[in-house]
């Protein structure tokens, strides 16, 4: 059941950087949101398969979407909405996956 928020951000983010790059040229934003996309996509097919580092590489995933978003949060003063929901977005999908880690480790 892990994996659906992996194939879910993974289709969300190749998406948005689509749009991000077909509305402002934007190249960092296509590479980003694809890159990140088949990362996402990637982890979810490990966990997909029980496969070793899926949940981890998802939670990594989810880090580096918290931190990209971040400086475009303080930087728009959190004004813009698009920093403010890869933010959320990667809040909770951190928590989601760091929660998931552990219980894969420690049972708990």
């Known amino acids: 059941m892990a994996e659906h928020p992996s194939f879910t951000l993974a289709g969300l983010l190749a998406v948005g950087g689509t749009i991000g790059y077909v509305k402002g040229r934007s190249v960092p934003s296509l590479v980003a949101g694809v890159g990140l996309g088949a990362s996402y996509a990637y982890a979810g097919y490990l966990i997909k398969q029980n496969r070793d580092y899926g949940t981890e590489l998802a939670l990594g995933n989810s880090a580096v979407l918290l931190a990209s978003a971040v400086p475009r949060i303080i930087k728009t003063r959190a004004r813009a909405p698009v920093p403010l929901v890869l933010g959320t977005v990667?809040?909770?999908?951190?928590?989601?996956?760091?929660?998931?880690?552990?219980?894969f480790r420690y049972g708990v």
Do not use: I, N, P
């Open 90 to 103: 990667g809040v909770l999908s951190t928590y989601y996956y760091q929660k998931k880690v552990r219980e």
